[in-house]
């Protein structure tokens, strides 16, 4: 079956380093995004993996490994406005997105 | 400011009304997709189009029915609505159908049925 497991919650201090995992399986891959989203807001486009390795932008980088499963989102100094729920999503085939519920991020002074 | 705008932002409806939820993009993307997000679940694909005239079913859509008239307009309707549709609705585009890329998303249509 499809399966996308993250940690419901997570907290950090700022201007530390987190690292949030996601772990998949699904039927088919393209790649895996990340997205973020504040309380009451819309998800918004971080980042999209598609081949092994590391991506870095700016103060995120993502990780991705396709034969383990695995990605994450390394968020570096962390500031009170990263406190959001991070979305992990797999494209599968047929276009469609398979989304992990989300881990919400509390950043604490 | 270009983007996707969804109305109403929120609405209780009750139970065995019809609701239609409106979203319009100024991008001319491609695709457009209906999602509903409830607590401690992911995303869920309602509906789908891929382009102008066509639509496609998602991982959940059953009670809901889509159109896609034109590039611009993806309205969701719910025919008889049911409590079990209590949910934060969001519209979404990307440019490509087939290749998600980046979506964009609306700000989101918070419907309660009672």
Not at chain 2, 89 to 108: I, Q, V
Request: glycine share 10%; net charge neutral; hydrophobic share 35%.
């Amino acid at each position: 079956g499809q399966n996308i497991d993250q940690p419901t919650e997570m907290t950090a201090t700022e201007g530390a380093i987190v690292q949030i995992n996601c772990t998949y399986q699904t039927s088919g891959f393209n790649g895996l995004f990340w997205y973020q989203q504040h309380a009451g807001e819309a998800p918004t486009f971080l980042s999209y993996n598609v081949l092994d390795g590391l991506e870095e932008k700016g103060r995120f980088s993502s990780f991705l490994s396709r034969s383990k499963g695995y990605s994450y989102l390394l968020l570096k100094e962390l500031q009170m406005k990263d406190s959001a729920s991070y979305l992990c999503a797999v494209w599968e085939s047929n276009y469609q997105l398979i989304w992990g519920a989300g881990t919400k991020l509390i950043i604490k002074p | 400011i270009a983007g996707i705008t969804q109305a109403p932002t929120s609405q209780i409806l009750a139970a065995g009304r019809r609701m239609t939820l409106r979203c319009t993009q100024d991008m001319r993307h491609n695709a457009m997709y209906w999602y509903r997000q409830d607590l401690g679940l992911g995303l869920r694909l309602i509906h789908y189009s891929n382009t102008a005239g066509t639509t496609g079913k998602g991982e959940v859509p059953d009670g809901y029915s889509v159109s896609r008239a034109n590039t611009d307009d993806f309205p969701l309707t719910l025919a008889s609505a049911v409590p079990s549709q209590t949910s934060v609705y969001f519209c979404a585009s990307s440019a490509l159908a087939g290749d998600p890329g980046e979506l964009f998303f609306g700000e989101g249509s918070r419907l309660t049925v009672l």
